[in-house]
């Protein structure tokens, strides 16, 4: 299962800046069970319709989403980043 979620953050927050705290955030999400790695993709293209950057975790299956909800990475990643976030869209996929 992949979880995905495309962030859009707001003017002037320069995600290169924050990219190195963000991977740890995320990296500390790798020891829950049942989440098997993530990645980031950038956008590529700078127009204002496009969003900055893609996280897609890799996760055995939704039992993993469920753990992944209230653990402490995704509280990290909210508490420090949502406020820097103009729009987000969660898509959760089977591959």
């Not at 979880?3 to 953050?9: G, T, Y």
């Not at 995320?26 to 829950?32: Q, R």
């Not at 420090?80 to 987000?88: A, D, G, H």
Request: proline share 3%.
């Amino acid at each position: 299962m992949k979880h995905c979620f495309i962030v859009k953050f707001v003017e002037g927050f320069d995600y290169k800046k924050h990219e190195k705290d963000i991977k740890s955030i995320f990296d500390e999400a790798l020891s829950i069970e049942g989440i098997k790695g993530y990645e980031i993709k950038e956008n590529c293209t700078l127009k204002e319709n496009r969003s900055d950057i893609a996280v897609i975790f890799d996760m055995e299956d939704s039992s993993a989403l469920e753990r992944w909800a209230p653990c402490k990475p995704h509280m990290t990643w909210k508490e420090k980043y949502t406020p820097y976030i103009l729009s987000k869209a969660v898509f959760d996929y089977e591959d």
